[in-house]
């Protein structure tokens, strides 16, 4: 994912990211004035500079891609990670060495795999150092 926000990104698409964490996660450092307000009791903290912006936010349920692309107003393209069970078009790293079969073997949504092992799918496959390729996949595939 970082080396195709790299290569999207350095022919100048403007990519936003979400990863999905199943296990909840912290995003600031114990002690900073941020996590701070947040332990204190803030229902969201956001913190703000010349060249960044970051917000925690609490929420009641593990929200679908779709209700955080309102955070997104200003890129061409949104990543993301996790989401293995959801309804969009899905790409698919899979290594030998780690799992039997990918994961998204049966997944209607599948669109690629990008693997180290030739495996038929019926879908196009990437080499897992044919970032360029993949890119120009997604371009073509999303009228980019």
């Known amino acids: 994912m970082e080396k195709l926000i790299h290569v999207l990104s350095g022919r100048g698409y403007r990519v936003g990211s979400i990863k999905h964490d199943v296990h909840g996660f912290e995003l600031d450092k114990p002690g900073k004035d941020s996590w701070r307000h947040k332990h204190a009791g803030a229902a969201t903290t956001l913190i ?43 790409l698919e790293i899979f290594r030998n060495n780690v799992h039997e079969e990918p994961l998204c073997k ?10 180290d092992t030739r495996i038929d799918l019926g ?22």
């Open 48 to 90: 703000s500079s010349h060249s960044q912006i970051g917000m925690v936010m609490d929420v009641d349920h593990d929200h679908h891609p779709d209700e955080l692309k309102g955070f997104f107003t200003n890129v061409d393209i949104i990543l993301t990670e996790g989401y293995k069970q959801g309804n969009k078009p899905k």
């Open 106 to 115: 049966n997944d209607e949504h599948l669109i690629a795999l990008i693997s």
């Open 123 to 144: 879908v196009p496959q990437f080499l897992l150092d044919d970032t360029d390729g993949l890119a120009d996949f997604l371009i073509s595939s999303f009228d980019l």
